[in-house]
């Protein structure tokens, strides 16, 4: 097992007391695993992340645990998280732009990891920098080693990024929106790119992205999250056969499909997404869903298996299933 | 059906920084002799890469800078020979909504404020009719005529989409030039948005120069459309016809690249 997470909560410190920012999600990966985490702004995918790489905001709370190779992080000290951050643990962010240090050649950004964590030499972390940028398929990369972030292209940079990440082999590979701020051509040989390192150095993937053709084209297995708790789990053409949690349903309807022309409504999730200061006792997708009965409201719904890996938190799986529309809507927000 | 908006021969190209004292400083050719006509009621998406144009072609439509060759033509009007003074007038007819609906709202003030910036820029200074405008416009995009005395950040990223749209319609344009503006909200969020502005096509007669990366956005909103690929236009007509068969290798290239996921049978 590569990494287990285990009943993880996070709380963040807030004007009126702790909210919990994650509420007991639990996941594993195994090596050459490639896992995916979707949900909307605020369900906690990025949160998750910054929890496995021991970058949670100041004053943050986690418990649980998260075992990565064997080895205990919740409650490790920074200097700890140090060691494992860029060796057995490495991110993709987002925006390259930001991501990159926008003073340096890029050359050294890549050496700086295997430098610091394998100890190499000025010489020998640029030879590897440069095999590193080779097999991220960066052309010309000799001549790229002194370019500055600002002299490439958004895919360029990305690219830049996944040499960083992959200096030091990591076990585990975690990709926040890599493709988001790329154009749609660049993201599929970016996808790609990451797909094949994954699989060449069995390495575990945790993608995190708020699209679902990104998810169904890159991943083995996927975890919706909503308000802080995975609400639904299960190989991803499982997930996409059965859509079985209405929100996982509403997204899927939310999303305007090529090829359906043009006028039709689009459907959509009635209100908004909670406030985590201020989350129901409950379901926290009753206030929004449509299939909504008091027993919801009461407790957390605990996740039923409805088929092999496939489990959904939701008390009202038969129900769901046996309709093929989604309510209609309610009040837009 | 009118003639909403006529673009021909619009060139721009921009200087950048001198590489070397013995060179002349490169020019990058933003676009490259562009000519469409776009008619009321008929609104026109325009998709490409990065670098392909789209934004310039708006802040040229929008007038909000010149461009090196070539006119915008808008109910006749050529904009950029337009006197300061004359172009504020005309504004009222084109409006804009921008991607980021955090950047595009001043935080500082009210959406009373923000909302009817273009009618005092159009000289409806009257306070009273203000405040009427403001309030139909609110409520013309969903939001409450209560909402006009809090701040920017007391809404979530919808609801501030749904405030820019509310100052885009407060003149009642002919036409709306929206970039990019779902692209920063969340997919249930998006989908209320793009409702909105399939509403106010219908009920306000609005058309809208609808700038996208996202193929399946622009065909949901436009019935034209408009390919473009380093400055120039690669392929145009109508957005369901280039969507089922595009002609050029470029277009299909687009399409080929956005990833879909499955057909599900349980919905629709």
Not at chain 1, 242 to 249: S, V
Request: include cysteine.
């Amino acid at each position: 097992m590569l990494l287990a997470v285990d009943d993880l909560h996070v709380s963040l410190p807030a004007a009126y007391g702790p909210v919990q920012a994650l509420r007991g999600v639990s996941f594993t990966i195994e090596r050459g695993e490639t896992l995916g985490l979707i949900g909307e702004s605020g369900c906690g995918k990025s949160m998750t992340a910054l929890a496995l790489m021991g970058l949670l905001p100041e004053g943050a709370q986690a418990g649980g645990s998260v075992r990565l190779e064997g080895r205990e992080l919740v409650g490790l000290d920074d200097a700890a998280f140090s060691a494992l951050r860029g060796n057995r643990i490495a991110m993709i962010f987002q925006e390259p732009m930001t991501a990159l240090n926008p003073l340096h050649r890029v050359g050294r950004q890549i050496a700086e990891p295997l430098r610091l964590h394998r100890g190499l030499d000025a010489q020998a972390a640029r030879a590897e920098a440069l095999r590193l940028l080779e097999r991220v398929q960066l052309p010309e990369a000799a001549r790229r080693l002194d370019a500055y972030p600002h002299q490439l292209s958004g895919g360029q940079r990305q690219r830049v990024m996944i040499a960083i990440a992959l200096a030091c082999r990591p076990g585990l590979l975690i990709a926040d929106e890599p493709t988001t701020a790329l154009d749609v051509t660049v993201q599929r040989q970016i996808l790609a790119l990451i797909a094949e390192l994954v699989a060449q150095d069995g390495m575990g993937l945790l993608l995190i992205s708020h699209d679902l053709g990104v998810m169904a084209q890159t991943v083995q297995r996927m975890l919706v999250m909503y308000g802080g708790s995975v609400i639904e789990r299960g190989p991803t053409a499982e997930v996409f056969r059965h859509l079985a949690h209405p929100y996982t349903r509403g997204l899927f309807a939310a999303r305007p499909r090529l090829g359906a022309g043009r006028g039709g409504r689009l459907q959509t999730i009635p209100g908004r997404v909670p406030e985590l200061a201020d989350l129901p006792p409950g379901c926290a997708f009753a206030e929004r869903c449509g299939w909504v009965v008091g027993a919801c409201r009461e407790a957390m719904p605990p996740a039923l298996e409805i088929g092999a890996g496939h489990a959904v938190r939701c008390i009202r799986p038969q129900a769901i299933a046996a309709n093929s529309v989604v309510p209609a809507d309610g009040a837009e927000a | 059906m009118t003639l909403l908006l006529e673009v021909e021969h619009l060139s721009q190209a921009y200087t950048l920084p001198r590489e070397s004292l013995r060179r002349p400083a490169p020019v990058v050719q933003a676009l490259d002799d562009i000519s469409f006509t776009m008619q009321s009621g008929r609104s026109l998406g325009i998709v490409g890469e990065s670098g392909s144009g789209k934004s310039t072609l708006a802040r040229l439509v929008m007038a909000l800078e010149r461009p090196s060759r070539g006119t915008v033509r808008l109910l006749g009007q050529d904009l950029h020979t337009l006197s300061p003074k004359a172009l504020r007038a005309a504004r009222a007819q084109f409006q804009m909504v921008f991607q980021d609906p955090y950047g595009s709202l001043d935080p500082r003030q009210t959406v009373q404020r923000i909302v009817a910036e273009p009618l005092a820029t159009a000289g409806t200074a009257e306070r009273s009719m203000q405040r009427r405008r403001v309030a139909e416009s609110l409520e013309a995009v969903g939001l409450r005529a209560a909402d006009a005395a809090r701040y920017p950040h007391q809404f979530s990223g919808g609801q501030r989409q749904r405030i820019a749209i509310a100052r885009a319609l407060i003149t009642r344009p002919a036409l709306i030039v929206a970039d990019e503006p779902v692209s920063a909200l969340d997919v249930s969020v998006q989908a209320q948005v793009l409702n909105l502005l399939a509403d106010l096509q219908r009920d306000f007669g609005v058309t809208y120069l609808f700038i996208s990366h996202d193929l399946a956005v622009v065909e949901h909103v436009c019935e034209e459309l408009l390919v473009m690929q380093r400055g120039r236009i690669v392929e145009r007509g109508a957005a369901q016809q280039i969507l089922r068969q595009a002609e050029h290798p470029y277009t299909r290239a687009l399409l080929a690249a956005v990833p879909e996921p499955p057909q599900s049978s349980v919905v629709q």
